[in-house]
């Protein structure tokens, strides 16, 4: 079977964010008085939907997870100094698509800051959609996102390849039945 899609998820596939990230939520939460070590966030939280992160560090008031969330928005782009570009994934991306094939990213993160950043890495033209949280009911690791791509772009799994890190994400994507690719980037 021929490969049409390419599936990319964006924090720690297409990107490098995870400092930029994680130094974005400490900061937010630090506003709100709760402390989280980087080290926390990278082994517990990475990949993980804001929600569920929220909760899971006992933040349940919807208020105050829309306050956190608003704010490490706002926190972000102060940090895109510490983004970088996977340059061989977003290479192989681009050749594919001069080729005829298409590429979306899926991700967990907030429309805004993939946005954000996209911009700020000068790719935000070279996709063919985004995906994003709020775009499914269930998020990642439930395989909902990447099987709502594949609808939209008209294909099947087996015409998907998709390019994951989080173990979150890599659930997800098996779970969808496409082919996957694990990219693993120093965080």
């Not at 946005?115 to 700020?120: H, I, P, V």
Request: one cysteine or more; aromatic letters at 8%; glycine letters at 6%.
């Amino acid at each position: 079977m021929i490969t049409k899609l390419l599936l990319l998820d964006f924090d720690g596939t297409v990107a490098n964010t995870g400092r930029a990230n994680a130094t974005s939520y400490i900061e937010a939460l630090a506003e709100q008085g709760i402390t989280i070590t980087m080290e926390q966030y990278r082994q517990k939280y990475f990949g993980m939907r804001c929600p569920e992160f929220l909760n899971d560090i006992g933040i349940t008031d919807p208020e105050q997870m829309k306050a956190i969330r608003q704010r490490k928005v706002e926190i972000y782009p102060t940090h895109f100094d510490m983004v970088t570009l996977n340059k061989p994934l977003w290479d192989f991306v681009q050749m594919f698509r001069s080729n005829g094939g298409k590429a979306m990213i899926v991700s967990t993160g907030h429309i805004d800051n993939i946005t954000n950043a996209m911009r700020y890495l000068g790719i935000e033209k070279e996709v063919d959609g985004i995906l994003s949280a709020h775009d499914v009911e269930r998020s990642k690791p439930a395989p909902d996102c990447f099987l709502k791509a594949m609808d939209i772009a008209g294909v099947t799994p087996e015409q998907t390849l998709i390019f994951e890190d989080s173990e979150i994400g890599l659930a997800a994507a098996i779970a969808s039945g496409a082919p996957t690719v694990k990219v693993e980037l120093e965080f």
